[in-house]
Each structure stands twice: as structure tokens, then as C-alpha cells.
């Protein structure tokens, strides 16, 4: 871009001169537009001479090339001359709004590991070279190079260039570690789990590499547009060259020379070649910093016309993590309750038993234990402080003949009793997620006509957690097979230019991902599944990024369209007005390079993006 500028600068200089201190001698002037056309114009000459032996004639190289020395030979050298620095100015605008994209998705290649720390070795080690059960090194200020479980150590990860989450994520011994994370302070002795090849920052720097290889049908078009479009201008230009000086009376051959020549500049595609892949590219840059990766432009282009968008329930609308949601004491302090309900449950492993035990969060006393008995589908019998308790669900209750208030709460409800009389119940569900409902909300502020939920679990469950959230339809008690058959019927459902959006957690949900419209993992940060079956990763678990990615799918077909609709409508007036003599070669380089400027700036607008939060 440097090296362009500065051809860009010395020619207009020369340019300037030419035209401001017009030497006695014309050859002198002649000269000084030539040099500068040179500066400016020999790689364009270049590239058309090269495309044209490789077949590639028509192109906006062989435009501006045949344009500006047809120019030359009429004796309009500015007008020649402006030509070819107007539309190099024009390339150094493509070249930075190029750069400028590349650059929003510059923190995701950046990811790539140059090296491990293998414990034993001197030497750093190729990422590629490190086996499973490897332990490697990572010291604070190092990317972390590949997956695996920290065997010592504490830390904070640096997860933005995979999530766009700013906050640095606090990291200890047992927990997985993800490859392109950054080490913020604490030293990790780290055993690997994957190979470099098949580990998170691998996957996702292909899926990005390889994003723009899946075109959407709007760049397909102008692609096609621009092929069958250039051949006709070139044959129009000629008649316009040829025909009229030849029919009609008085006609000069320069005139319409001219004319033809106007009309070339103004017919090049740029505007719509350029502008509507920048587009895309610069939406799918746009979502990777929000950490959202989309496999393609032809995705993006889709996701805008979301009609019906489908929920997996666990990890994707809820945490997918029992809690305590209520304590209800009968009698006794909300403390006492939950110290006894965790004393009963301590020996357990079940997640129930994990949940009630976080809840508590302090250390148990195990000498106050003098038995527990676990009853299998019911609960806990337990000798403490030389006291029966009793925990467990209605069975087990009505079994022991106590007497006890009932609840309609939904999620799995534990009954504590004391020698024998009731004390109160707690209740354990599937934590809403924070963001679920407003995203819900959100969805149907930007046309989603229906939002669906599709679980497992039983009615009661999913009916409340679909209440809650606000969704149409819930559809409960589905296996695997279940969702995909209930998918194919929504599918029939939809309009004919309607998406289907199927969102879930990339795990257990891979043939109903492959089967939508559009399928977005959530939460498919080091998700294997997720990776390879969604055409969208969200590399959070927030259901609010879905949103962010159709409004950012909107803003950029908004944008692309405005660019078609605004080349088009310019280029043909400046054609026609070029056509009848009534446009000069000067409205010709603003039909071409201003309308190219003006539609690569407005495409640059769909890097301004920010979390929907």
C-alpha cells in the first residue's frame, strides 16, 4: 500500500505540472503525461496483457488499459491520464478496506502456537510434533498450544481471540485448557489430549481459512454478471466507435471515438466486483470478533432469513448444571437445612448430591456421620448428630410415613425430615440462562416468526422453562431420533424463502445440526461435534449471540444491496449520458472510481459491530 501511494503521490505531482505550467513545448508536456501514466498505469497494462494470453480478456484491466491509450491516441492525455490515477486511488481504497477486514480476524490466525514446552526437553518443540500424554510448560505471556487438562498450577486465560470475551478466565488443576488461549500469569504443567491437527485452535483456523471458498448466491451472481456483462460493453463501445461516424452525415471519427472510450471506463464493474465480496468478508470478520465463526458467506447471506428458529434445551437455553434454586424450612433456619441436606448427601457423586454440597461450600465435618444408606430412584437415610434424616423425593417420603407439604415447583425437589417430622424441601433445577430470555425477545423484534424448544426431558420441565423464556412451542420427552423427525416437519412448515435455525450445543445434536437451514453450535468452544456439524460456531454459551449474528447477517445484505442498487443506477445513467455525447471521459472516472470509493466505504460499515448485551 506504501509502495502505491507513493506512485500515486509522484504521478499526480507530474499530472499537476502538465496541466498547471503548459511548457512552449507541447513534447515537453506530452512527455510529463506520459511519465506519469507510466507510473501509475504500466501495472495495469501488466496484469491486462498477462490476462489476456491466460484467456481472461475482458476484465477491468483490459478496460482501463484500452480506455486510456485510446485516450492517448485521440490527443486527451489529462483525460488519459486522469483515468488511470483515479482508478489506481480507487484500488488503494480496495486495498485498505481488504486490509482492514483482514485485520478484524487478524486475533483469530493469531492464535497459531509457534512452539510447546515439552517437561524433559531443552528445546522448544513444533506443536505438531507433541503426542497425547505429553506434559508440556506454558509460562505466563505464552499461547497455549495445544489441548489438554492442567495437571499443577493456576492461572487466567486470555480467551478473546476465541470468544470476544474481554474478562480473562481463571483456570486450576483438573480443569481443560484449550489451545489459543493466552497465559495471562501462573505457570501450568499441562498433560496434552489432542493432537495439534485435531485441537481447537487447528479446527478453527481452517474453518476461517476456508470460510471465503463458500461464496453466497449474491457474489455468485455478480460473479456470473461481471463474465457475461464486460463482453457486451466492449462490443457496444466499438459500434459506438465504428457505426455512427459511418451513418450518419458529418459525424467526426474522433467525437465518437471519444464516446466509445467514456463509455468503457464508465462500464467497469469495479464497484459491484470489489464492493459486494468485501462485503461478506468484512461481516464474517465482524462476527469473529464478537466470537462468532461463520463457515461462509453463503451462511451469513442465509441466516438472514431466519423464519423459525429451533432451540435445544440443556447447554444451549440452560446451563446444563443442577442448583440449589430454593431452600423452603419448616421450623428451622434456611442454614440448617442445607448443612443437613449436604451432611446426607456427602458420600454421594450424583449431581444432585454435587449441587446441594456447592450450595453449602463449606467443609464437611465427616466424624458427625455416623452412617448413610442410599436408596436407589428414592434418596438418603442417614445416621447425623446421633439424629435420623431422611432426604429424598415423595416416594421415599410417603415409604417412611411422614407427613409433608407437597410442592408443584418444577425441577427435582428434596424432602428433609428429622426424626421423622418434616423440615422443609429444596429444590434443584437447570439453571435459565441470564441472557435466554431477552434473546428470545430479541429474535422477535427482528422477524423470527417462531421460536421452537426441543429436550429430553419431561414435560413439566421443558413446559416451565418455555413459559419462562416466552418461546411458541415446546416439544418434550424426545430422544436423539425424536428432534430430527420434529426438525423435518418444522422444516415443511417454513416459507419457501424462510431459514430454518437450529441451535444447540454441538454435542449430542449433530444430525439435527447438518439437517437445519443453518445449524449454530452454542457453546462450541473445543467441541469437536460442534466444529465439524454447524455452519455457525458460537464460541460462548450465550444464546444473545444468535441475535447478534442475524442483525449482523441484516446490516450486511442491507449493505450489499445498497451497493448493487447504487452501481447500478449510476453506471447506466453515466452510460446512456456517455452513449449521446452528453457525459465527458471526467463523469466517466466519477461513474467508475467514485461510485467504487463511495461502495467500498459504506461496505467497511459492517466492521462496526458490538455485542448485543
Known amino acids: 500500500m506504501r509502495k502505491k501511494l507513493i506512485k500515486i503521490i509522484i504521478a499526480f505531482i507530474l499530472f499537476l505540472i502538465a496541466m498547471i505550467f503548459k511548457a512552449e513545448n507541447e513534447w515537453i508536456n506530452i512527455s510529463l503525461y506520459v511519465i506519469s501514466y507510466i507510473i501509475v498505469g504500466f501495472e495495469i497494462i501488466r496484469k491486462a496483457l498477462r490476462n489476456i494470453t491466460r484467456g481472461k480478456v475482458f476484465d477491468e484491466n483490459f478496460l482501463m488499459t484500452v480506455a486510456t491509450i485510446g485516450a492517448f491516441g485521440i490527443g486527451e492525455y489529462p483525460e488519459a491520464v486522469a483515468v488511470m490515477l483515479f482508478y489506481q486511488v480507487g484500488e488503494l481504497f480496495q486495498s485498505y478496506a481488504v486490509d482492514k477486514s483482514r485485520k478484524s480476524i487478524s486475533s483469530l490466525m493469531d492464535i497459531r502456537p509457534d512452539f510447546a514446552n515439552v517437561e524433559g526437553k531443552v528445546e522448544k518443540v513444533d506443536p505438531d510434533d507433541v503426542e497425547i500424554g505429553d506434559i508440556i510448560i506454558i509460562k505466563p505471556g505464552e499461547k497455549v498450544p495445544l489441548d489438554g487438562v492442567i495437571l499443577e498450577g493456576k492461572s487466567s486465560l486470555d480467551t478473546k481471540a476465541l470468544t470476544g470475551e474481554s474478562l480473562p478466565k481463571d483456570v486450576t488443576e483438573g480443569e481443560e485448557i484449550l489451545s489459543g488461549c493466552i497465559n495471562l500469569n501462573g505457570v501450568l504443567r499441562v498433560e496434552v489430549t489432542k493432537e495439534y491437527g485435531q485441537s481447537t485452535v487447528s479446527k478453527i483456523l481452517d474453518l476461517v481459512e476456508n470460510a471465503s471458498s463458500k461464496k453466497s448466491k449474491s457474489e455468485n451472481f455478480i460473479t456470473k454478471f461481471a463474465r457475461y456483462y464486460t463482453p457486451i460493453v466492449v462490443i457496444i463501445a466499438l459500434f459506438l466507435a465504428l457505426v455512427p461516424p459511418l451513418v450518419i452525415d458529418g459525424a467526426i471519427f474522433s467525437d465518437w471515438i471519444y464516446r466509445a472510450l467514456s463509455f468503457l471506463v464508465v462500464s467497469c464493474p469495479c464497484a459491484l466486483v470489489i464492493s459486494i465480496p468485501l462485503s461478506f468478508f468484512g461481516g464474517i470478520g465482524g462476527a469473529s470478533k464478537m466470537g462468532i465463526l461463520i463457515k461462509g458467506s453463503n451462511y451469513l447471506e442465509a441466516i438472514s432469513k431466519a423464519e423459525i428458529v429451533v432451540f435445544d434445551k440443556t447447554g444451549t437455553l440452560t446451563e446444563g448444571n443442577f442448583e440449589v434454586q430454593k431452600i423452603m424450612p419448616v421450623n428451622i433456619t434456611e442454614e440448617e437445612l442445607l448443612k443437613t441436606v449436604a451432611y446426607a448427601e456427602n458420600y454421594s457423586n450424583h449431581p444432585i448430591s454435587l449441587s446441594v454440597k456447592n450450595a453449602y461450600s463449606r467443609k464437611i465435618n465427616e466424624v458427625d456421620i455416623q452412617s448413610t444408606q442410599e436408596l436407589s430412584g428414592m434418596g438418603i437415610v442417614a445416621k447425623i448428630w446421633d439424629r435420623d434424616i431422611i432426604v429424598g423425593n415423595e416416594k421415599l417420603m410417603k415409604e417412611k410415613e411422614i407427613e409433608f407439604l407437597k410442592t408443584d415447583d418444577v425441577g427435582t425437589?428434596?424432602?428433609?425430615?428429622?426424626?421423622?417430622?418434616?423440615?422443609?424441601?429444596?429444590?434443584?433445577?437447570?439453571?435459565?440462562?441470564?441472557?435466554?430470555?431477552?434473546?428470545?425477545?430479541?429474535?422477535?423484534?427482528?422477524?423470527?416468526?417462531?421460536?421452537v424448544m426441543l429436550t429430553g426431558d419431561k414435560k413439566s420441565v421443558g413446559e416451565d422453562?418455555?413459559?419462562k423464556l416466552g418461546l411458541d412451542k415446546v416439544y418434550t420427552e424426545l430422544l436423539p431420533d425424536g428432534k430430527v423427525k420434529k426438525v423435518e416437519k418444522l422444516l415443511k412448515e417454513k416459507s419457501e424463502n424462510g431459514k430454518l435455525v437450529f441451535v444447540g450445543d454441538g454435542i449430542n445434536d449433530a444430525p439435527v445440526l447438518a439437517l437445519a437451514d443453518i445449524g449454530v453450535a452454542m457453546g462450541g468452544l473445543g467441541s469437536d461435534a460442534a466444529i465439524e456439524a454447524a455452519d455457525v460456531v458460537i464460541m460462548t454459551d450465550e444464546p444473545s449471540k444468535i441475535v447478534n449474528t442475524i442483525k449482523l447477517s441484516k446490516k450486511t445484505m442491507r449493505i450489499v444491496k445498497e451497493n448493487i442498487v447504487f452501481a447500478i443506477f449510476v453506471k447506466v445513467l453515466i452510460l446512456m449520458l456517455s452513449a449521446i455525447g452528453l457525459s465527458t471521459m471526467w463523469e466517466a472516472v466519477f461513474a467508475d472510481v467514485g461510485v467504487s470509493v463511495i461502495a467500498i466505504i459504506n461496505a467497511l460499515r459492517v466492521l462496526r459491530v458490538k455485542n448485543n448485551k
Open 413 to 451: 425437589v428434596l424432602y428433609v425430615a428429622i426424626d421423622n417430622k418434616y423440615v422443609g424441601y429444596i429444590l434443584i433445577a437447570d439453571k435459565i440462562k441470564d441472557d435466554a430470555k431477552k434473546a428470545i425477545e430479541e429474535l422477535k423484534k427482528n422477524n423470527v416468526k417462531e421460536t
Open 465 to 467: 422453562v418455555a413459559q
